[in-house]
């Protein structure tokens, strides 16, 4: 019995390396060199070439080792009846909230601004905004967005979500499924997005959410290049309905050099950095499922098939 990886950004040895040290008995292929397919059980997956994963007949599990699946519900020829498990890891859920409190705070402080106005040599204080001039608003506020909320609440921020279901966060105000999400965006001024990617979502970051958002409203984007609608973003950036953007991610990664979010001033891009699987913080999770697998004993982590997530 044995894992295989399989991933195409070049950081096989890295995952590799990481499970080996913490369970050497553990047997680990990569998908790139000559190995027997049929003692895999578990395929330790991240965007995956399509298809890839019907070459091994005694597959028992996918494993992603992000937190995001939507990649693995794109391969129509994947074995569908196999649990699909995911990252959930404190380390992950910290990483992000570092980011978007990173970003809040350079938007609320006009360090972008400033910075150009320096290669400009312009010298132009301007009156600076403060923690309680805004509401944040957080579009899905599952193991990613939870953490972030509570971390925001800490510096002051006043803080709503938004998710399919109730939740109920200390100090958080929590919005639920379509009937209240207009309620939500009208009382939301930087709005950060960290939806799962599901069909239910896809494009929700579009012209008629912008709309109901106040104006000046910024957003950061998070989650998946898919929830955006690209046209309607840079439509109600330029009629200053919303005052920006910051995104991490894109419909295609690496984002086509000729895509116009490139040069727009309202957007501040990151390649998507914000927060990646540590390999030493996830590996013991994947490796307590193999170890699961070949005990039989239910997973940890598994993804419903009906939610997407
Ligand atoms: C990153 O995008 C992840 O889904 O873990």
């Not at 992000?96 to 400009?120: C, N, P, T, W």
């Not at 998710?163 to 919005?175: D, G, M, P, V, Y």
């Not at 955006?228 to 920006?244: P, R, T």
């Not at 957007?267 to 193999?290: C, G, K, L, R, W």
């Amino acid at each position: 019995m044995a894992i295989v990886i399989i991933r195409q950004d070049g950081k096989i040895p890295i995952w590799q390396e990481a499970l080996k040290k913490a369970a050497p008995q553990i047997v680990v292929y990569s998908y790139l060199e000559p190995h027997p397919k049929e003692e895999i059980i578990m395929a330790l997956v991240w965007k995956h070439p399509k298809g890839q994963l019907m070459d091994y007949p005694n597959l028992e599990c996918i494993a992603c080792s992000g937190a995001g699946v939507d990649f693995i519900f794109e391969d129509m020829e994947r074995p569908k009846a196999l649990p699909i498990t995911r990252v959930v890891d404190t380390m992950l859920a910290k990483d992000m909230s570092e980011h978007v409190i990173a970003v809040i705070f350079s938007y609320l402080k006009y360090l972008g601004h400033y910075r150009v106005d320096q290669m400009r040599k312009i010298w132009k204080p301007m009156q600076y905004r403060r923690i309680k001039d805004f509401k944040v608003g957080i579009l899905g506020f599952g193991a990613l967005g939870s953490v972030l909320a509570e971390d925001l609440v800490r510096f002051g921020f006043r803080v709503q979500g938004w998710s399919k279901s109730t939740k109920s966060l200390e100090n958080i105000e929590s919005f639920a499924g379509l009937d209240q999400l207009s309620a939500f965006l009208a009382t939301t001024e930087i709005l950060v997005c960290l939806l799962p990617l599901t069909d239910d979502t896809v494009g929700i970051l579009n012209a008629s959410l912008f709309e109901q958002l106040p104006k000046g409203a910024y957003i950061i984007n998070v989650a998946r290049g898919g929830h955006v609608v690209d046209a309607d973003l840079i439509e109600y950036l330029e009629n200053g309905h919303l005052s920006g953007a910051c995104l991490d991610v894109f419909h295609e990664e690496p984002l086509p050099t000729d895509h116009p979010f490139w040069e727009h001033d309202k957007i501040h891009m990151t390649p998507h950095y914000a927060s990646v699987s540590d390999t030493e913080s996830v590996v013991p999770q994947i490796i307590e499922n193999f170890r699961r697998l070949q005990r039989g004993e239910p997973l940890l982590n598994v993804v419903s098939k009906e939610k997407g997530y």
